[in-house]
């Protein structure tokens, strides 16, 4: 039996039992098994959540980029390493080789070095899905520069305060993208976000879709002259498998993004395994995940997963709509894809479409198909599994978070008897509970609760960049010992996990995480606005959709309130980008409060739910006549 390919469902119990009984021994198999080291650890854990503090591997050193890359060239050099499906079908895909990507990797590197990156410098990414992202942000680890890739649909105010929240010394990003029929100017939105950061020495520039452009003196350079002139040769730099590797923003229920820190040696072996067992990866198959490397999705399953086990991965420059819905299914067969992981919501916008978009393909190379990011509905399930996977792909549906770097809860395929909108079984070395209101731990099956961690697993985030406290508070108080998720979850009749959704005030909408907070100071800077309460609401595609319940502060406010609402959609996309917009604006008089001054948004949820019937004590309220206003008014 290998713990690093589970192969049956006995097997998988039997893994698992073992990497409860004696997790440092089951990670340090694997470990020792199936990755190169310069030294190896001298200890496999110490932790303590408390602090929190959490060390896996300590002692050891490596660079994750020679496990990725380095050690293919012999048995793998001409093997297609990641291959590059680009916007326009008319296009030729690129296949870049394990060696060409050792080649361009390392030219990378020595241009970073070169404009004055070391070890631990933080390195922006704000690209496109073009081969220079996946390439940036391996030639960042070939160095030890910590990269914090921003997903390139942000706005150019949420990639400022990005930047400067983690002092990033360089931009990496391009003339513009393309997104289907549109071409979006980066650059414009680049030039923008660092008027306001100081840190900022320089900006390489790729060119993609050669726009006219400003480019500054001293400042922005264009890469690939610097890449022609760069040496194909970079020796790795020897890191702890503590130092850090990147850092991923992701919302929080309140205030500024919260920088999630992944260091090197856990994250690396972590991800690898998980990607070798969900998606049961074999040797010549060509795997895709639909996600942008902006996410944590593909920096894990696009990027480090992939490659550590030479794989062959498919990065995507383009949409699910262009030049029809049907491109998805031409990719799959074009390409004979193996493995497709995308998100619900991408699957409840193609199954809107006409059936002939999937049934014109030829879609029999696929083995095994993914979810990601949000519950997936029953509906969305039988769509995928029966006109997609055509009854033979088990479906994975991946409970994870940017938080835990890797997949927690998924079924393996062929192997866990799949159940719709059940995530099932935790992955081995994942130790869940389910803990009640009063902080004790839920035993026993056919419960629910909030869904806990209660013991280390190597990719765990180890802070938020520059503010411990806020990990602590976020992550390690609400339950002691444990690491709480911020989801609620249920535990069924034989132990299958299905995902609630956040009991937080994070708000899912197309797989994207929105907290409350930011959206609602932003809608409060609208010279009108006095205050806003912001909700989610299902939506047939995205999920949720936002619902934004705003006061004026002129009552009799004269303009145009569907004016209003435009320059509040404005004011969102602006501040944090097009993904924060509200479908919903009701301005009212007043929002329910308690006594303590805090918004009942519950209340509001309901309201916005349209369930009226079930709205709870009300009289408790500073304001409880406010309810019924907004009742009458909802929209
Ligand atoms: C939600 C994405 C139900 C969940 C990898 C989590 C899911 C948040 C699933 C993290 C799933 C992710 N079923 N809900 N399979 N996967 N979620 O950080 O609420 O972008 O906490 O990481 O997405 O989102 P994030």
């Known amino acids: 039996m290998s713990n690093y390919h589970v192969k049956t469902l006995e097997e998988y119990f039997q893994v698992y039992r073992k990497s409860v009984r004696n997790p440092e021994l089951f990670w340090e198999e694997i470990a020792e098994e199936h990755f190169v080291w310069r030294k190896k650890w001298n200890n496999v854990l110490s932790y303590d959540f408390s602090k929190p503090e959490i060390k896996w591997f300590e002692g050891a050193k490596l660079n994750i980029t020679e496990n990725c890359i380095d050690r293919h060239l012999q048995i793998r050099g001409d093997k297609t390493a990641i291959l590059l499906e680009p916007n326009n079908p008319d296009e030729r895909a690129e296949h870049i080789s394990y060696k060409e990507l050792h080649k361009r990797v390392c030219k990378f590197a020595n241009v970073l070095k070169e404009n004055g990156i070391k070890k631990g410098d933080r390195v922006c990414i704000y690209l496109p899905m073009i081969p220079e992202l996946a390439i940036s942000v391996l030639a960042c680890a070939r160095i ?48 923008e976000a660092i008027e306001s950061c100081e840190c900022i020495d320089t900006v390489l520039v790729a060119k993609r879709i050669d726009s006219e452009i400003n480019m500054k003196e001293n400042r922005d350079k264009w890469l690939q002259p610097l890449l022609d002139e760069a040496s194909e040769n970079c020796e790795p730099e020897i890191m702890d498998a503590e130092d850090p590797l990147f850092i991923l923003y992701t919302s929080g229920s309140t205030g500024s993004p919260k920088g999630m820190l992944h260091t090197t040696a856990g994250y690396m072996i972590y991800t690898a395994y998980t990607f070798k067992n969900v998606f049961n990866y074999k040797e010549n198959d060509v795997y895709w995940c639909t996600a942008d490397i902006g996410w944590i999705t593909g920096h894990s399953y ?93 479906i994975v549906d991946t409970w994870w978070q940017t938080e835990t770097g890797g997949m ?88 299958y996990y299905r995902i609630t959704g956040r009991v937080d005030d994070v708000i899912i909408v197309s797989g994207h995480n929105l907290g409350t907070a930011p959206i609602e100071d932003a809608i409060n800077e609208h010279p009108a606005v006095a205050e806003s309460a912001i909700v989610g609401f299902p939506h047939d595609v995205k999920g949720n959709a936002l619902y934004g319940y705003v006061i004026l502060k002129d009552v009799g406010e004269s303009r145009n309130h569907d004016n209003l609402r435009k320059e509040i959609n404005q004011i969102i996309t602006e501040h944090i980008g097009p993904i924060a917009k509200l479908n919903k604006i009701q301005f009212t008089v007043g929002l329910p409060k308690t006594r303590s001054g805090k918004i009942m948004r519950r209340i509001l949820r309901k309201i916005a739910h349209n369930e009226l019937d079930n709205l709870g004590d009300v009289s408790t309220l500073l304001n409880p006549e406010v309810v019924q206003s907004i009742i009458d008014d909802r929209l």
Not at 334 to 342: A, C, E
Request: with cysteine.
């Open 144 to 191: 030890g520069a910590v990269h914090s890739v921003v997903f390139a649909g942000f706005s150019s105010t949420a990639l400022s305060t990005r930047i400067n929240d983690c002092e990033a010394k360089m931009v990496i990003t391009s003339d513009g993208s393309y997104r289907g029929a549109k071409t979006i100017d980066l650059k414009g939105i680049v030039d």
């Open 302 to 394: 696009i990027v480090y997963g992939p490659l550590a086990n030479g794989a062959t991965t498919v990065m995507f420059e383009g949409v699910p709509s262009y030049p029809d819905f049907g491109r998805f299914w031409e990719i799959v067969e074009k390409h004979k894809v193996n493995q497709f992981y995308t998100a619900p919501t991408a699957i409840r916008s193609l199954a809107k479409e006409k059936l002939d978009f999937v049934d014109q393909y030829d879609l029999s190379s696929l083995k095994v198909l993914g979810t990601v990011g949000e519950p997936i509905n029953e509906e969305a399930w039988h769509w995928y599994n029966d006109n997609v996977g055509k009854k033979k792909s088990p």
């Open 408 to 495: 927690m809860i998924s079924p393996m395929p062929y192997i866990t008897p799949t159940k719709p909108t059940y995530a099932t079984l935790p992955l081995p070395g994942v130790q869940l509970a389910l803990m009640d209101e009063n902080g004790e731990e839920i035993k026993g099956n056919q419960v629910d609760g909030r869904l806990c961690v209660k013991y280390p697993w190597p990719s765990m985030a180890r802070t938020i960049w520059g503010n411990h406290q806020r990990y602590k508070d976020t992550y390690f108080s609400a339950f002691e010992n444990k690491y709480f998720t911020g989801d609620g979850a249920l535990r069924d009749e034989v132990g």
